[in-house]
């Protein structure tokens, strides 16, 4: 039989920065989280893009985002 693979989670731009702001209602999603692919939207990186960071931020920021799985828009998603 084949182990038990962890189904992934879309997270949302919000509460992906409440976990990256440190923010304690970010640890309220953590468990759920934990173990589990984190999948994020094209559009979150957009908008975190948009972010007013300093040079040591845009570095963390990086680091945070690369953590995760980036779906990117294509014909099958928009036609749902």
Not at 3 to 12: G, N, Q
Not at 14 to 38: E, M, N
Not at 41 to 68: C, N, Q
């Amino acid at each position: 039989s084949e182990p038990h693979r962890p189904v992934p989670v879309v997270v949302d731009t919000d509460v992906l920065s409440l976990i990256f702001k440190r923010d304690p209602r970010g640890a309220l999603y953590q468990p759920r989280l934990d173990g589990r692919r984190i999948v994020v939207s094209f559009m979150t990186i957009a908008d975190y893009s948009d972010g007013p960071f300093s040079a040591a931020g845009v570095r963390r920021l990086k680091r945070h985002l690369s953590e995760f799985t980036v779906v990117h828009s294509d014909a099958e998603l928009c036609a749902w």
